[in-house]
């Protein structure tokens, strides 16, 4: 699926980490209630700010997805690995994920001939297989005093991901 015509992607400034973070938080809250009980989200999301996104920005690997001159989703890739991909809950299923996806996955793939790994949430799982990614194992991350259950996916032994297909 093409990004949509009303979106764009773009890397991420300085000036967005305030947006991002709102969003993300947001995204959170709205998107992962139904698999994590509140006091792992809360746990989760606690002590976060917006400069904890500066260090992303700078080294170019966060995008931006706006629409009308509004943030309304962000994603994070690095060498073989997707890190972030958060939608504004609003635009959920218009396929903002996937393009967000899409341009995280051409940073993973710079260079990477291993197979792209992320940790899923587990809302998220379905979404990630849709695109080509496969689980490999279930998993803990700790976020400030809590332990959020994650699956750890990757993509196509081949290297080939299949975005949108």
Not at 70 to 96: K, N, Y
């Amino acid at each position: 699926m093409p990004t949509p015509p009303d979106v764009t992607i773009r890397p991420a400034t300085a000036s967005d980490a305030p947006r991002i973070h709102e969003l993300h938080l947001a995204s959170v809250r709205a998107l992962c209630a139904l698999s994590y009980p509140p006091t792992i989200l809360e746990g989760w999301l606690a002590n976060r700010s917006p400069q904890g996104y500066l260090r992303s920005i700078t080294t170019g690997g966060l995008f931006v997805a706006e629409a009308d001159g509004e943030i309304i989703g962000f994603c994070e890739g690095a060498v073989g690995e997707v890190r972030a991909v958060f939608v504004d809950p609003r635009w959920v299923g218009r396929g903002v994920g996937t393009a967000l996806l899409s341009q995280a996955l051409k940073v993973a793939k710079v260079g990477e001939p291993r197979p792209v790994r992320l940790e899923s949430t587990l809302n998220a799982v379905r979404f990630y297989e849709r695109h080509g990614f496969r689980q490999v194992a279930e998993s803990t991350v700790r976020r400030n005093q809590v332990d959020v259950a994650v699956v750890v996916m990757e993509g196509h032994a081949s290297g080939r991901m299949i975005v949108g297909e």
